[in-house]
């Protein structure tokens, strides 16, 4: 029984899924499935075994057919050529062709429909195929942990004392009475699940950003805007489905008019749209049909994006505020690279994340995440999680702030993103084998890509207002890595009597003695050093 199988667009790349590896591996891709909690696809790999075999007999079929079709017309053709001129011989040849002619024209037309039946048969067979292989997860990194505990592989800031435990000042009621953070305003706007950043809660928001980005282009990351909007089969074929395993919804679809009807200029229709979840699903296809050169590879670019989530979770201690929503801004590392390659990489986008974690003060654990916890495109996931003095009940504080993923060639294969091949040079065999090519090193390789999140902005905000909070002063403190691009600011204090805002350099309306340093607006004119932010003091650049 053959499945129905959505039709790819035409414009869609053409996945090339190493079929013939899962006919031969399929214990491999079954146990996968079963240890990444990926039960409904387990017996996949069985079934693509059991298509392939009916496959190739309907190729036999065919081939068989073409040879007979083949014939026939041969036979046809070599009847007509060799017809005698005369009348009495046309009168004969006549009666031939009322007989074996006609006999041989109607059988070549039942055979021609036969293989057409055939060959439809064969193409829905093999689209079956390339579908369930296509949903498998990637294979498992001999790094992961099987099951659903995470290994902790270390710490940062281990040695900061963690704020006592309130549960009443968590990110939200400090965000809300310093006026950083609006959650009623935007219920009623766009419903829960969203927020308006204000003040200086929205220039933190820009601090973190432009902090990011230089720390990744420090690392040697090119700077790349990402579009919001992707169409769907992009998304994926980067492992991103509408719906999760338990059937939530994961993703927003924009339906584009005369969606999947055929008009008069446009054949198919217009293919769906969907709000990237990450900067990960544009960047891996920037790439998509392309063959790539060796010399450019690794090739890494950041990007800052608006990231769109529909599975905000249920309301409660493990979603709260800032914790999980539907919209936010995160800086995105991506990277191809060749095959055992991708470690170095990898390793890049963590120092990058601990780098950033570290200088914002944020005490943080290192966790090598467990089988249950990877995505359908990752073979290997590290999450940095920060300290929340508000979440103790929950996780012990701890709560995921960035995460770095292995892909192997998962996303490539099923984005046709490929690097050209290299080249055998020899100058005993002379020119003519200089380019010669080693029958390995000859075929067309897939490039492996690797992901990182140098900063998803919401939570490190959340973990920010938590730790920097300072119940005695009233105030928060804003790490000194940031001060640059928050003008000098040091901390944000509650609003004070009086208060309007600050506007052109000059208080405007604020507190009751103009200029008053202690003023949450008090302009600071000091200059930072836009390399290493460490203050005016800085002499070395």
């Given at each position: 029984m053959i499945s129905t199988i959505a039709k790819r667009p035409s414009i869609a790349p053409k996945p090339a899924i190493n079929i013939k590896h899962i006919r031969e591996n399929p214990d491999l891709y079954t146990q996968t499935c079963i240890k990444r909690n990926y039960l409904s696809l387990k017996d996949h790999p069985q079934r693509i075994i059991q298509l392939f075999d009916d496959w190739k007999e309907l190729q036999r079929n065919a081939l068989d057919l073409r040879k007979t079709k083949k014939q026939l017309h041969t036979r046809i053709a070599q009847g007509r050529s060799l017809r005698p001129s005369n009348d009495a011989d046309l009168s004969k040849q006549h009666e031939v062709a009322s007989g074996d002619d006609r006999s041989l024209v109607a059988e070549a037309k039942r055979v021609k429909e036969e293989c057409s039946k055939v060959e439809s048969q064969e193409a829905r067979l093999f689209d079956e195929i390339e579908h369930l292989a296509t949903c498998l997860p990637n294979l498992t990194s001999d790094e992961t942990p099987v099951g659903t505990e995470p290994e902790v592989l270390g710490f940062i800031n281990r040695e900061l004392k963690p704020p006592a435990p309130d549960a009443n000042r968590d990110h939200v009621s400090i965000g809300t009475d310093c006026g950083l953070l609006d959650f009623a305003g935007a219920g009623t706007t766009s419903g829960w699940g969203w927020y308006f950043l204000k003040n200086e809660g929205a220039l933190l928001e820009q601090a973190l950003v432009q902090y990011a980005l230089r720390v990744a282009m420090r690392h040697g990351f090119s700077v790349v805007t990402p579009p919001s909007m992707v169409y769907s089969h992009i998304a994926a074929a980067c492992g991103y489905?509408?719906?999760?395993?338990?059937?939530?919804?994961?993703?927003?679809?924009?339906?584009?008019?005369?969606?999947?009807?055929?008009?008069?200029?446009?054949?198919?229709?217009?293919?769906?749209?969907?709000?990237?979840?990450?900067?990960?699903?544009?960047?891996?296809?920037?790439?998509?049909?392309?063959?790539?050169?060796?010399?450019?590879?690794?090739?890494?670019?950041?990007?800052?994006?608006?990231?769109?989530?529909?599975?905000?979770?249920?309301?409660?201690?493990?979603?709260?505020?800032?914790?999980?929503?539907?919209?936010?801004?995160?800086?995105?590392?991506?990277?191809?690279?060749?095959?055992?390659?991708?470690?170095?990489?990898?390793?890049?986008?963590?120092?990058?994340?601990?780098?950033?974690?570290?200088?914002?003060?944020?005490?943080?654990?290192?966790?090598?995440?467990?089988?249950?916890?990877?995505?359908?495109?990752?073979?290997?996931?590290?999450?940095?999680?920060?300290?929340?003095?508000?979440?103790?009940?929950?996780?012990?504080?701890?709560?995921?702030?960035?995460?770095?993923?292995?892909?192997?060639?998962?996303?490539?294969?099923?984005?046709?993103?490929?690097?050209?091949?290299?080249?055998?040079?020899?100058?005993?065999?002379?020119?003519?084998?200089?380019?010669?090519?080693?029958?390995?090193?000859?075929?067309?390789?897939?490039?492996?890509?690797?992901?990182?999140?140098?900063?998803?902005?919401?939570?490190?905000?959340?973990?920010i207002f938590e730790n920097g909070w300072s119940e005695e002063h009233q105030c928060i403190k804003i790490p000194q890595v940031l001060h640059y691009w928050m003008r000098g600011m040091k901390q944000i204090r509650m609003p004070q009597r009086g208060f309007k805002h600050y506007s052109g350099g000059k208080l405007v309306d604020g507190c009751d003695t103009a200029g008053c340093p202690e003023d949450r607006f008090a302009a600071v004119n000091d200059v930072f050093c836009l390399t290493c932010v460490r203050g005016p003091s800085c002499s070395d650049h």
């Open positions: 489905q509408p719906r999760d395993q338990g059937g939530e919804q994961q993703s927003y679809i924009i339906a584009q008019q005369n969606a999947g009807e055929a008009t008069s200029d446009n054949q198919e229709g217009k293919p769906d749209l969907t709000l990237a979840g990450t900067a990960e699903i544009p960047f891996a296809s920037m790439k998509a049909n392309t063959m790539m050169d060796r010399d450019e590879l690794p090739l890494r670019i950041v990007g800052a994006s608006r990231c769109y989530r529909a599975e905000a979770g249920a309301r409660g201690m493990d979603t709260k505020g800032l914790y999980r929503v539907h919209e936010f801004t995160k800086v995105e590392m991506f990277a191809w690279t060749l095959k055992d390659k991708e470690p170095v990489v990898f390793e890049t986008m963590l120092a990058v994340q601990k780098e950033i974690l570290n200088s914002l003060g944020l005490r943080c654990r290192i966790l090598e995440m467990p089988s249950t916890d990877l995505g359908a495109s990752a073979a290997r996931k590290v999450d940095i999680e920060a300290f929340f003095p508000s979440r103790q009940s929950k996780d012990d504080g701890w709560g995921e702030v960035t995460s770095a993923s292995i892909c192997t060639d998962y996303q490539t294969r099923r984005l046709n993103t490929r690097v050209k091949p290299a080249h055998h040079r020899s100058q005993a065999r002379g020119l003519a084998q200089e380019e010669k090519k080693v029958s390995e090193e000859a075929k067309t390789e897939f490039p492996y890509t690797v992901n990182g999140t140098a900063l998803a902005v919401p939570r490190v905000l959340a973990a």
